[in-house]
């Protein structure tokens, strides 16, 4: 009978080499998954825009220095994400000489992925007294007194990235708007 020739049993280095190869492979596998995931689905901020500021009503008494007015804000919130935009914290405030005087509540929503939401709010302001002495009070041009206020537009929220992720997004806009004391019809507005 012929002997045959026997294989010596594998190295440990072979095994070896084995493991090296797949761990190799499941670590670019992990990091080609986080790449996709940061360039397409990383969470971004929205994005306000702010189209129109009107005072349908205005009304200011020169004896003791007052405004009284009905001020609306269009504007647009565009979500960038490929997910749903669900806001629940947000508010409008305006502000004269650093003073709030007037605020309302953004009622919770969503804004569909890739989408563009459009929104309006208006609220009354009640009397507030105007300083003089204030940097808020100018005169610009030869237009006449005119009111200096700021609006802020302030939308926290979250998206949920691949339904298991969920993250916390935000987005804050200002405006400066300048007023005529004379009829409240506005001079100007920038964001």
Avoid: W
């Amino acid at each position: 009978m012929i002997a045959k020739p026997q294989r010596p049993p594998p190295s440990g280095g072979t095994n070896l080499a084995s493991c090296l190869v797949a761990t190799i492979f499941l670590i670019f596998i992990l990091i080609a998954i986080f790449l996709v995931y940061f360039i397409l689905f990383r969470p971004q901020d929205p994005k306000i825009a702010v189209s129109a500021v009107q005072l349908p009503s205005f009304s200011f008494s020169a004896s003791n220095a007052t405004a009284n007015f009905t001020f609306s804000q269009y504007a647009s919130v565009t979500n960038p994400n490929r997910a749903t935009f669900s806001h629940y914290d947000s508010s409008l405030q305006l502000l004269y000489s650093g003073n709030q005087v007037g605020f309302m509540f953004i009622p919770a929503g969503t804004i569909e992925a890739q989408t563009t939401k459009y929104m309006a709010a208006t609220f009354h302001v009640q009397s507030f007294p105007l300083s003089p002495s204030s940097q808020a009070l100018g005169v610009i041009g030869r237009v006449g007194p005119a009111l200096e206020m700021e609006s802020r537009i302030s939308m926290a929220g979250r998206v949920r990235v691949l339904h298991l992720f969920s993250h916390h997004v935000e987005a804050k806009t200002r405006c400066r708007i300048a007023v005529l004391v004379t009829d409240g019809s506005i001079i100007g507005f920038h964001c």
